[in-house]
Nanobody, 113 residues
Framework: QVQLVESGGGSVQAGSSLTLTCTASGRTAGSYTMAWYRQAPGKEREFVAAVQGRRRNVTEYGDSVKGRFTISRDNTGMTAYLQMNSLKPDDTAVYYC?????WGQGTQVTVSS
């Protein structure tokens, strides 16, 4: 029912910044908590960040990105962003947007040293 589409991935050098965008559609999509996860080849999915749907000032971050990444969403709740600063090679992964039980197709982020 809910559709999620990520964009904004790319290849950057360590220390650079990149912003990912997740656009949602579907009934009640704006009220769901939205989150970013990432997965590198051969590794388990890792929680990155989440922002609540109804209280969008409430955010959570994974320990590996806290202080470097910022999650936000627009006033409609239909678009979520992940601003990534001070990127490291270990941040290289496919980044997925999640809302409720739904997932986007992912966007590749590659960070070179």
């Amino acid at each position: 029912q809910v559709q999620l589409v990520e964009s904004g991935g790319g290849s950057v050098q360590a220390g650079s910044s990149l912003t990912l965008t997740c656009t949602a559609s579907g009934r009640t999509a704006g009220s769901y908590t939205m989150a970013w996860y990432r997965q590198a080849p051969g590794k388990e999915r890792e929680f990155v960040a989440a922002v609540q749907g109804r209280r969008r000032n409430v955010t959570e971050y994974g320990d590996s990105v806290k202080g470097r990444f910022t999650i936000s969403r627009d006033n409609t709740g239909m678009t979520a962003y992940l601003q990534m600063n001070s990127l490291k090679p270990d941040d290289t992964a496919v980044y997925y947007c999640s809302g409720h039980t739904y997932w986007g197709q992912g966007t590749q982020v590659t960070v070179s040293s």
